[in-house]
C-alpha cells in the first residue's frame, strides 16, 4: 500500500514538471508589444476619358496626295456614347457607339465644317479634356454622310474608318480588309496539319465576302498620335 502510494506521488511530480517545462518553454509576449501595420498598396490613379474610351484622341494619315492630315476624335459633353470626328474630307460628324470598348457606328447625317487646329486647340484647353457638344450655331457643310463603321484595335493603336458601307450589325469589323488579314493569320497559326485545308478555304471564302463589302464606301487607317509628354517614363 506505502509502495503504491509512493509510486502515484513520483507520477504527479513528473506529470506536473513537465507541465511547467512545457510553459516555460513558450516566448513570452511584451506587454507594450504592438504589431506591425501591413503596407497597403497605393490606390490606382483614376481613369481617364481615353481610358475608358479609347478611340479618344488625335490621329494621322497620309491624303491620296500624300499630304499628313491630323484628326481629332472627342466626346459628346451630353452623350458619352457619342464620339465627333474632325479633320476628314468628308467634314466634322458623329459615330455613336455599338459595342465597348470602341466600335462605333456611323448614321446618315449632315457633315460640320471642320474646325481649324487653333480652335480645336484653344477648346481643349479650356475645357481640359477631350469634350465636344453640338450646339445649335453648328456650321453645317451641306454634304451628306452614308452610313459607316468606325473601330479602334488597341493592339496597332490604329482607328479603322469605314464611309459609305452600311453598318454590318454581326460583323462590323468586316469592312475592314486589314482587320480580316489579321484575324486569318491569328486563325491559321492555330490549325493542326488534319483541319489547315478545310480552315484554309473557309478562312479564303470568308476574306472573299469581307473584299467584297469593303468594295463599298471608302477605308481609311489612321494612327494615334502618343503625347510622349503624357505617356509614362520607363524606368531602367
Do not use: C
Not at 479618344?56 to 452623350?79: K, M
Not at 474632325?86 to 456611323?106: C, E, H, R, V
Not at 451641306?142 to 450589325?169: C, P
Not at 484554309?200 to 494612327?223: C, F, P, R, S, V
Amino acid at each position: 500500500m506505502k509502495k503504491n502510494y509512493l509510486l502515484m506521488i513520483a507520477f504527479s511530480v513528473s506529470v506536473t514538471t513537465a507541465s511547467v517545462a512545457q510553459v516555460a518553454s513558450s516566448p513570452e509576449v511584451p506587454r507594450n508589444y504592438k504589431p506591425q501595420v501591413k503596407e497597403l498598396l497605393p490606390m490606382p490613379g483614376a481613369l481617364t476619358d481615353e481610358m475608358i474610351f479609347p478611340a479618344l484622341g488625335r490621329y494621322e494619315y497620309a491624303d491620296s496626295e500624300g499630304e499628313v492630315v491630323q484628326v481629332t476624335v472627342t466626346r459628346d459633353n451630353e452623350n458619352k456614347g457619342v464620339i465627333w470626328i474632325n479633320g476628314m474630307p468628308q467634314g466634322k460628324f458623329k459615330a455613336d457607339l455599338k459595342a465597348s470598348p470602341a466600335t462605333y457606328k456611323i448614321p446618315v447625317q449632315k457633315t460640320l465644317q471642320n474646325e481649324l487646329k487653333e480652335e480645336v486647340t484653344e477648346e481643349h484647353a479650356a475645357a481640359g479634356d477631350a469634350v465636344e457638344t453640338a450646339h445649335s450655331k453648328a456650321r453645317y457643310s451641306g454634304k451628306s454622310l452614308n452610313e459607316g463603321t468606325v473601330i479602334f484595335d488597341s493592339a496597332s493603336n490604329k482607328l479603322y474608318v469605314n464611309i459609305g458601307a452600311r453598318f454590318n450589325e454581326e460583323d462590323p469589323a468586316a469592312v475592314f480588309p486589314e482587320i480580316a488579314e489579321i484575324d486569318d493569320t491569328e486563325v491559321a497559326a492555330m490549325t493542326t496539319d488534319s483541319s489547315e485545308v478545310m480552315a484554309t478555304a473557309k478562312h479564303a471564302d470568308k476574306k472573299d465576302k469581307k473584299n467584297k463589302i469593303a468594295e463599298k464606301g471608302a477605308n481609311y487607317i489612321l494612327a494615334k498620335v502618343v503625347d510622349l509628354a503624357a505617356a509614362p517614363a520607363v524606368k531602367r
